[in-house]
């Protein structure tokens, strides 16, 4: 295998596994994509970001957040706009 198709099958893996932190529960927010079962809404760390705050300054904000968290949103809003299909997990909660 060429070092490019590695690159890309390493670079689908790290997406998926990322996708895996994004969740969804219709008891929590009506069902929207959350991080990790916990009421924190994708859409809500994607405004945090787009109004200028960095990752540290949410990552203060959310002290049970990891970095991860924020870099699955920026996966998953980027599947959205590229219209790829996303299958999330449900959470237990």
């Known amino acids: 295998m060429s070092l490019k198709v590695l690159l890309l099958i390493f ?3 790290k997406e998926k596994e990322l996708l ?3 969740t969804f529960n219709p008891a929590i927010f009506g069902g929207k994509p959350v991080i990790r079962g916990k009421r924190l809404a994708v859409e ?3 405004g945090m970001l787009a109004a200028g705050d960095t990752p ?7 002290d049970w957040m990891e970095p991860e968290d924020i870099q699955a949103c920026l996966v998953y ?5 590229a219209h790829e299909r996303i299958d999330l997990p449900m959470s237990a909660e």
């Open 44 to 46: 809500h760390v994607l």
């Open 20 to 22: 895996e932190r994004i």
């Open 56 to 62: 540290e300054i949410i990552l203060q904000g959310y």
């Open 11 to 13: 670079i689908f893996m």
């Open 77 to 81: 809003a980027h599947k959205i706009v």
